[in-house]
């Protein structure tokens, strides 16, 4: 997608520190960070949002969700951390590329 910003990232068009990266995502500090640690796993496939997920992207979200903790342990989380995927614009979802949200490294506000 032209005018998405991950996916300018993911190209290398937009500049970003990544943390991790691996054949199927990126990972890199949110520019607005909201703790102490606070990562987006951007997958380097464009896919607007969760509600847009088919049976092909199985094996993305699996490794997606099985790379959370190594991220979080390699971050010093050892009491825990905190995922979020906010999904459409009523869900908070700002930049419509599936990312999620890894947070960190103090106490987190309750919902």
């Known amino acids: 997608m032209s005018d998405c910003l991950f996916c300018k990232i993911v190209a290398g068009e937009i500049p970003a ?10 990972v890199f500090a949110d520019i607005n960070p909201k703790a102490r640690v606070h990562l987006l796993v951007v997958p380097r496939t464009h896919v607007a949002s969760l509600a847009e ?21 390699r971050q010093g989380l050892t009491d825990g951390f905190r995922t979020i995927i906010n999904t459409g614009k009523g ?21």
Do not use: C, K, S, T
Not at 91 to 108: A, I, K, P, S
């Open 17 to 26: 520190e990544f943390v991790h990266e691996d054949e199927r995502v990126v």
């Open 53 to 73: 997920l088919g049976p092909e992207h199985d094996n993305l979200m699996a490794h997606i969700m099985r790379l959370l903790p190594v991220l979080a342990d």
């Open 91 to 111: 869900g908070g979802q700002e930049v419509f590329h599936l990312h999620v949200h890894l947070l960190g490294g103090e106490d987190l506000p309750g919902f």
